[in-house]
């Protein structure tokens, strides 16, 4: 599907806010109401564009993020990228070039559960090495809001429920979310917007990076001289870096690029390894995703995947 400056326009304004009535848009980018919803249905229907809400991990009891990098030997990288694709806990799995085969990220509920987790991807058939980082500190992360959830106390069933509607459809019409949860569409765009302004939510386009001709991934790690911050700092505003964390483990903090070409992606790396506080740069490039599913629960028992034991015992 072509995509032309008013289809771009319209996506980064639901970038900034999924919710900005047809009205609200078509004013920001110089279009009438009726051509701004035209054209935001046909980008939706296309499947390169979805607004969902994304909530924040700390709301739905995440609190321990981690990275491994897996090398595998003698078995598809495929079939195990597949293998650990199916724990419940790796949101992010990616076939990679470089050292290792495999990178996936962890998200869990506690640091115990990770560890869990860590024990399943060890015990897949295939499966050599596993190295963990684990995250101190999220820079720059996409695939939440910015700000902290504040008191979860606040919170009951019904903001719950509501935020499950908007997971399916962040631009669902506060009149038909208060039908779903039996309340008035005051009351209803009451909560939502408490939810909205609080940061246990953001309803954001979510855009399949192609559509920008991004078409380049990679990733990242970096060892730094000192603490660091201010280093972390700028590398988290340069265009094309999509994703940094502070980390615990063999390097000081972890990250990826998206961008349109090799020579933009060489580019970053080498102003990245200018500053002075970055000592070093390793980067690998990603292959193939094999999944990318962020807004999930956590799950307190972790399932063995099919056919991957090896013997291990079960974790608690």
């Known amino acids: 599907m072509e995509l032309d400056e008013f289809d771009l326009a319209l996506i980064e304004q639901l970038r900034i806010d999924g919710r900005a009535s047809f009205e609200a848009l078509g004013a920001r980018v110089g279009l009438s109401r009726t051509a701004a919803r035209a054209r935001v249905q046909r980008i939706v229907d296309s499947g390169l564009l979805r607004v969902a809400a994304i909530v924040h991990p700390e709301f739905e009891g995440i609190h321990a993020f981690g990275h491994v ?4 030997h003698g078995r598809a990288t495929a079939q195990v990228a597949a293998a650990i694709a199916q724990l419940p806990d790796t949101p992010f799995v990616s076939i990679v070039s470089g050292r290792h085969s495999i ?25 050599e090495l596993v190295d ?25 069933d019904t903001d719950r429920h509501l935020l499950d509607l908007l997971r399916e459809d962040g631009r669902m019409a506060f009149a038909d979310l208060a039908d779903q949860v039996g309340l008035s ?30 078409t380049q991934m990679c990733g990242f790690q ?22 940094l964390a502070r980390t615990l483990g063999r390097c000081d903090a972890v990250g990826s690029l998206v961008t349109r070409t090799r020579a933009e992606t060489l580019d970053t790396l080498d102003r990245i390894r200018e500053i002075d506080d970055v000592r070093d740069v390793q980067s690998w490039t990603h292959l193939e995703l094999v999944k990318e599913q962020y807004d999930r629960r956590p799950t307190r028992a972790l399932p063995q995947p099919n056919g991957a034991a090896r013997g291990h015992a079960a974790p608690r």
């Open 103 to 127: 990178i996936a990220e962890l998200r869990s509920s506690d640091v115990a559960h990770l560890s869990d987790t860590v024990s399943l991807i060890r015990a897949i058939d295939g499966v």
């Open 69 to 72: 990098s897996v090398a595998v």
């Open 132 to 156: 963990t980082l684990i995250y101190t500190h999220l820079v720059k992360e996409p695939h939440f809001p910015a700000q902290g959830p504040g008191n979860l106390d606040q919170y009951d």
């Open 185 to 214: 569409r005051g009351a209803t765009r009451t909560r939502v917007l408490r939810m909205l302004e609080t940061g246990v939510v953001a309803v954001t386009a979510t855009v399949n990076p192609t559509a920008y001709g991004m």
């Open 222 to 243: 970096l060892r730094l001289e000192t603490e660091g911050a201010r280093a972390l700092s700028m590398i988290g505003k340069f265009d094309g870096v999509d994703f």
